[in-house]
């Protein structure tokens, strides 16, 4: 089992910056990949960015390109997503998972943490 917990989600206004934090424990070394996901109300869940844990290699969204950087740190074993320039479209639920390999795919991502509240007002 890998556990994921995120920190630092909040209320921002737009133009705005919020850093979201992700802590991994358990049996990391089934997840290979983090990567951060983000649900707005009534919407599907959707990829935002993903990291490997060992190349350093990262993926991102284009609606998310230029704006938000995805990071790691091994020794502390957390991830961090830097969001700058936030949108009132970037309103949603942000979510950390671990997977084996680089995918877009939520069902690619067998751990989830519990998610934590973004909210850009305008």
């Known amino acids: 089992q890998v556990q994921l917990v995120e920190s630092g989600g909040g209320l921002v206004q737009a133009g705005g910056s919020l850093r979201l934090s992700c802590a991994r424990s358990g049996r990391t070394f089934s997840s290979s990949v983090m990567g951060w996901f983000r649900q707005a109300p009534g919407q599907e869940r959707e990829f935002v960015a993903a990291i490997s844990w060992t190349g350093g290699g990262t993926d991102y969204a284009d609606s998310v390109k230029g704006r938000f950087t995805i990071s790691r740190d091994n020794a502390q074993n957390t991830v961090a997503l830097q969001m700058n320039s936030l949108k009132p479209g970037d309103t949603a639920v942000y979510y950390c998972?671990?997977?084996?390999?680089?995918?877009?795919?939520?069902?690619?991502?067998?751990?989830w943490g519990q998610g934590t509240q973004v909210t850009v007002s305008s």
């Open positions: 998972a671990a997977a084996r390999s680089f995918t877009r795919r939520t069902l690619g991502y067998a751990y």
